[in-house]
T-cell receptor, first 114, second 115 residues
Framework: KQEVTQIPAALSVPEGENLVLNCSFTDSAIYNLQWFRQDPGKGLTSLLLIQSSQREQTSGRLNASLDKSSGRSTLYIAASQPGDSATYLCALKGRGGGADGLTFGKGTHLIIQP | NAGVTQTPKFQVLKTGQSMTLQCAQDMNHEYMSWYRQDPGMGLRLIHYSVGAGITDQGEVPNGYNVSRSTTEDFPLRLLSAAPSQTSVYFC??????????????FGAGSRLTVL
């Protein structure tokens, strides 16, 4: 069964710093990996989607990488801002059998200090 | 605004009561799904649908029913609520089920408490 781990569970950094959030997974047979943002009391917003054949995706100050061989993905946030404070979730679409849907990590709770 | 709409946002039930969580999307998405989010557990798939008239079970389907009579609506029914069903429920949809660039769009969530 696919397991997704996100480290750290929580992170607090001063505004302006560059930071990296980590996501590891146990089964490399995936179709794609997504990074989501969740604000308190809100739904999830998709930030970046990386197909299994891709190595990275970029959107503005965000860059996500994927290394299937090592079972790792990183989300890089450049020049962090207080508005980046949220919980960040990674989720995989697996190739294996079984139930449909995405397998989610438990998230990294990020606080950017003004 | 286009997107996924969930109602109600908050609900308190007593054990044994039944209720329906509503989900509607106006993006003509084929694929719709329900997840529950619990502290320390991450999101888990309850049921999903790949089109009108087609539904299937996810990872944690017990105690829940779904139907998909139209493309737009995908209600989730709790037949006899239990305290273990206290959770935040999210409806999500995408253009297709396929493994391609099918980004999921999530609703704002419905917080359910069962006493």
């Amino acid at each position: 069964k696919q397991e997704v781990t996100q480290i750290p569970a929580a992170l607090s950094v001063p505004e302006g710093e560059n930071l990296v959030l980590n996501c590891s997974f146990t089964d490399s047979a995936i179709y794609n990996l997504q990074w989501f943002r969740q604000d308190p009391g809100k739904g999830l917003t998709s930030l970046l989607l990386i197909q299994s054949s891709q190595r990275e995706q970029t959107s503005g100050r965000l860059n996500a990488s994927l290394d299937k061989s090592s079972g790792r993905s990183t989300l890089y946030i450049a020049a962090s801002q207080p508005g980046d404070s949220a919980t960040y979730l990674c989720a995989l679409k697996g190739r294996g059998g079984g139930a449909d849907g995405l397998t989610f990590g438990k998230g990294t709770h990020l606080i950017i200090q003004p | 605004n286009a997107g996924v709409t969930q109602t109600p946002k908050f609900q308190v039930l007593k054990t044994g009561q039944s209720m329906t969580l509503q989900c509607a999307q106006d993006m003509n998405h084929e694929y719709m799904s329900w997840y529950r989010q619990d502290p320390g557990m991450g999101l888990r798939l309850i049921h999903y649908s790949v089109g009108a008239g087609i539904t299937d079970q996810g990872e944690v389907p017990n105690g829940y029913n779904v139907s998909r009579s139209t493309t737009e609506d995908f209600p989730l029914r709790l037949l006899s609520a239990a305290p273990s069903q206290t959770s935040v429920y999210f409806c999500a949809s995408s253009y297709s089920r396929g493994p391609g660039a099918n980004v999921l769009t999530f609703g704002a969530g419905s917080r359910l408490t069962v006493l």
